[in-house]
């Protein structure tokens, strides 16, 4: 839950507007405040964009009788095949610097005044 947010679903609310943006249930007004607010929305656009080919390329999500359950583990796929990319661009680096260390983790929103986790 976050405060202003009244729907509590299974992803982020970002994530949950790129769905709706995509498909097509909200209009996309980031380009509203031109470039500065494009930019400070930078999160939420990065999100389109992992999403956008899971409704161009793939239409599972679109056609998902659950999209919400779905959505989570769509956007891991992407995210997990961009780190391999990067790995993968970045490997001779790495080979001469004597290898790579990966630290990530997950984020858990937590209900309005609770802390939240890393």
Do not use: W
Request: net charge negative.
């Amino acid at each position: 839950e976050r405060t202003g947010v009244e729907l509590v679903d299974d992803c982020c609310r970002s994530a949950i507007e790129a769905y709706n943006v995509l498909a097509g249930n909200i209009a996309d007004d980031s380009s509203e405040g031109g470039a500065l607010a494009a930019f400070m929305d930078l999160q939420q656009k990065q999100i389109q964009f992992q999403m956008e080919p899971f409704f161009v390329n793939d239409d599972r999500l679109r056609n998902s009788p659950h999209p919400m359950r779905d959505l989570p583990y769509a956007l891991y796929e992407k995210q997990s095949r961009l780190v391999e990319e990067i790995i993968t661009t970045g490997q001779p680096v790495y080979a001469q610097k004597q290898g790579i260390a990966l630290l990530g983790g997950i984020q858990i929103n937590t209900g309005p005044g609770l802390s939240d986790y890393f």
